[in-house]
């Protein structure tokens, strides 16, 4: 792209100090129109010396800038190479093209007769999605992560059952939290599971770690247990 503005270093300032504002503007005028048009101007005695000074400097920002140019096209022209393939300068735009076409064709409805006579149309259509599921067809699953003390109280809260929350998980981390002879899979069942059998069980006193469990699902119902002290006797 043309450069379309001329160098004016503020060094000009100080070396044209002694020439009028006439003299300065002319010499920019003439300086402007030899950028654009490359016209030498008809000047003479000290005009001349500045101006050929001015040239020299308006022909070195010229060349720079020719450089800077040339650099940033051939960086643009290495990443569309890059990019498409090899050799990037308008030979490869028939294979460009084709790709088009064939992607185009690739999506055109498909017209097919249904059972009534019926003209269907399906849409073929090519998708990169990952797929969701891995060998076979078996979709990945969740490894399951055992609950805390907290999450289980929390969530005995939110039932408002009677369900100890300490008992609950001591009996399931003895067991490496196992439902029979299988893995758990989802521990808020479990709870549902115990809830229900608690409800058929007569109830009996607490223990210490069982008064420990039920105080704390009440804090946590009251006021998210800031206020309980784990070491206070009953």
Not at 6 to 27: H, K, Q, V, W
Not at 79 to 88: I, L, Q, T, V
Not at 186 to 197: G, I, P, Q
Request: proline share 4%.
């Amino acid at each position: 792209m043309p450069r379309n503005y001329i160098a004016l270093p503020y060094e000009y300032i100080e070396e044209m100090e002694s020439l009028d504002d006439d003299t300065f503007g002319r010499l920019l005028r003439c300086l402007m129109l030899y950028s654009r048009d490359k016209l030498l101007p008809e000047l003479s005695g000290l005009e001349m010396v500045v101006f050929q000074r001015m040239k020299m400097q308006e022909d070195r920002f010229q060349e720079s800038y020719d450089d800077l140019s040339n650099t940033r096209s051939a960086a643009g022209k290495a990443g569309a190479a890059k990019r498409w393939g090899k050799d990037f300068d308008g030979k490869n735009s028939k294979r460009i093209a084709n790709d088009s076409k064939r992607m185009a064709n690739d999506s055109k409805p498909l017209q097919t007769h249904g059972k009534n006579g019926n003209t269907e149309t399906e849409t073929e259509t090519e998708t990169n999605t990952p797929s969701t599921s891995v060998d076979n067809g078996v979709r990945r699953r969740s490894r399951f992560r055992p609950p805390t003390q907290e999450e289980v109280a929390a969530y005995c809260v939110e039932r408002k059952n009677n369900v100890l929350s300490s008992k609950f998980c001591d009996f399931y981390a003895a067991n490496g939290w196992m439902v029979g002879k299988n893995h758990m899979k989802d521990w808020k069942a479990a709870v549902r599971n115990w809830e229900r059998r608690e409800k058929e069980t007569p109830k009996r006193r607490e223990t210490d770690n069982e008064r420990y469990s039920r105080e704390l699902q009440d804090m946590i119902a009251s006021d998210g247990g800031d206020n309980f002290d784990p070491w206070r006797c009953g």
